[in-house]
């Protein structure tokens, strides 16, 4: 069926795919510390406090922790906040998505970094990735910052933080 050059799995032209097991959910209002490296080598879990949508009951919000519903392709997106508070000139923000486990025991499956420079600065960085998972994978979001004890994913009027996820069928 339609689309040429044998696809496979794209959609040909006038079709349309249906989004299911969707949530969203974000920090409203709530900031987090961020410890340096030194302290916490593998990252921090980020927290999200309030679920906007959560068809499925897919993502536990007092656990952080997306679980699969069902077998298919996954569409996530992330985007985090950070605000540099420490006093520190240079920082490195990367936030990453891990599946099935903590960093060192899970798969690393995106990641982002960039390099802050400023002091009092502020940066925000986003991942998008598309996932082939099983039913029971796990995807939880961690944030690593080197050099700097006093940086935080934060909430507000200008930097908002969410995590947002969904199933193509």
């Given at each position: 069926?339609?689309?040429g050059?044998?696809?496979?799995?794209?959609l040909?032209?006038g079709?349309s795919?249906t989004?299911v097991?969707?949530?969203k959910?974000?920090?409203?209002?709530?900031?987090?510390?961020?410890?340096?490296?030194?302290?916490?080598?593998?990252?921090?879990?980020?927290?999200?406090?309030?679920?906007e949508?959560n068809?499925?009951?897919?993502?536990?919000?007092a656990?952080?922790i997306?679980?699969?519903p069902?077998?298919?392709?996954?569409y996530?997106?992330?985007h985090?906040?950070?605000?540099?508070?420490?006093?520190?000139?240079?920082?490195?923000?990367?936030?990453r998505?891990?599946?099935?486990?903590?960093p060192?025991?899970?798969?690393m499956?995106a990641?982002t970094?960039?390099?802050?420079?400023?002091?009092?600065?502020g940066?925000?960085?986003?991942?998008?990735?598309l996932?082939?998972?099983?039913?029971?994978?796990?995807?939880?979001?961690?944030?690593?910052a080197?050099?700097?004890?006093?940086t935080?994913?934060?909430?507000g009027?200008?930097m908002?933080?969410w995590?947002?996820g969904?199933?193509?069928a």
């Amino acid at each position: 069926g339609g689309g040429g050059g044998g696809g496979g799995g794209a959609l040909a032209a006038g079709s349309s795919a249906t989004i299911v097991n969707y949530f969203k959910v974000n920090k409203n209002g709530v900031d987090q510390n961020q410890p340096d490296i030194g302290v916490s080598p593998d990252g921090v879990l980020v927290t999200f406090s309030t679920a906007e949508f959560n068809n499925g009951s897919v993502f536990n919000v007092a656990t952080g922790i997306w679980t699969c519903p069902a077998t298919g392709i996954y569409y996530f997106g992330l985007h985090l906040g950070y605000d540099n508070t420490g006093g520190l000139s240079r920082v490195t923000l990367s936030p990453r998505l891990y599946k099935n486990g903590i960093p060192g025991v899970g798969t690393m499956v995106a990641r982002t970094e960039v390099e802050q420079s400023g002091v009092d600065s502020g940066a925000a960085l986003s991942i998008d990735t598309l996932l082939s998972l099983t039913v029971g994978d796990t995807i939880q979001v961690f944030s690593l910052a080197a050099l700097n004890g006093n940086t935080s994913i934060i909430e507000g009027p200008i930097m908002n933080s969410w995590f947002f996820g969904f199933r193509l069928a």
